[in-house]
C-alpha cells in the first residue's frame, strides 16, 4: 500500500510540474512591426516623414521571462525574424502595389478612402467619389480588403504560426496608418476617423 502511495505521489508531482513548465512561444512583435513596414513600404511608397514613438520591450520580458529564456530560448533569444517573400505573399504585394498605384492612392488623397483600425480600407465618404467611378471604387476598396485579408493570413501560415494572423493584422494596421501620407484618413482606436 505504501509502495503504491509513493508512485500516486510521484506521478501528481510530475504532473503538477509538467502543467508549470509551458513552453510559450511568444509573437515576435519587432519582427512583425519591421516586416508590416517593409511590406507597406512597398505597396504605398517610402514611409511619410513622422516622429517614431520609442520602441517597447517585447512583451514577457520580466526577470522571471530572462531567467526562463536562459533555461528554455525564446524565438526572440534565437533572432526571430518574420517571412513576407514567398511565392504567395509577394504576388498578393504585387497586386495591391499596383492597385494602390492606378486607384487607391487618388481616393486616399480625396479622402473617399480611408484606413481601418483593424488593418483594411473602407469607402469613406462616398459623395466625393464621381458617380461613374463609384462602383470601381467600391470594387477596389472590396479587392483591397480581400488581398489584406488573404496576406494577413499567408504570413502567418509562412511563419508556421496560423494563430498569429490576428497579431499580424494588428500590427499591420498600426503601419498602415503610421505610413498614411498627411491629408490622409484613417480611424483610431475608437473608430472615429482622423486626418493625418
Request: net charge neutral; with cysteine.
Amino acid at each position: 500500500m505504501r509502495h503504491v502511495l509513493s508512485w500516486s505521489v510521484l506521478a501528481a508531482a510530475l504532473a503538477l510540474l509538467a502543467a508549470c513548465v509551458t513552453i510559450n512561444v511568444y509573437f515576435p512583435e519587432a519582427a512583425a512591426q519591421k516586416a508590416a513596414e517593409q511590406f507597406v513600404d512597398k505597396v504605398i511608397g517610402p514611409a511619410a516623414e513622422q516622429v517614431q514613438p520609442p520602441a517597447e520591450p517585447p512583451p514577457g520580458h520580466s526577470p522571471g521571462a530572462m531567467l526562463l529564456d536562459l533555461v528554455v530560448p525564446s524565438a526572440h533569444a534565437q533572432g526571430a525574424d518574420i517571412t513576407i517573400q514567398t511565392p504567395q505573399i509577394q504576388a498578393i504585394q504585387a497586386r495591391m502595389r499596383q492597385r494602390f498605384a492606378s486607384t487607391l492612392a487618388k481616393y486616399c488623397a480625396s479622402g473617399a478612402v480611408g484606413f481601418t483600425r483593424d488593418g483594411f480600407v473602407a469607402l469613406r465618404d462616398a459623395a466625393s467619389v464621381p458617380l461613374p467611378e463609384r462602383a470601381a471604387a467600391t470594387a477596389a476598396v472590396a479587392d483591397e480588403n480581400r488581398d489584406r485579408q488573404a496576406v494577413y493570413r499567408e504570413i502567418a501560415l509562412a511563419n508556421g504560426h496560423a494563430e498569429w494572423e490576428g497579431q499580424i493584422r494588428d500590427t499591420f494596421a498600426k503601419q498602415w496608418i503610421q505610413q498614411a501620407r498627411p491629408g490622409w484618413y484613417y480611424q483610431d482606436p475608437s473608430g472615429a476617423w482622423k486626418q493625418k
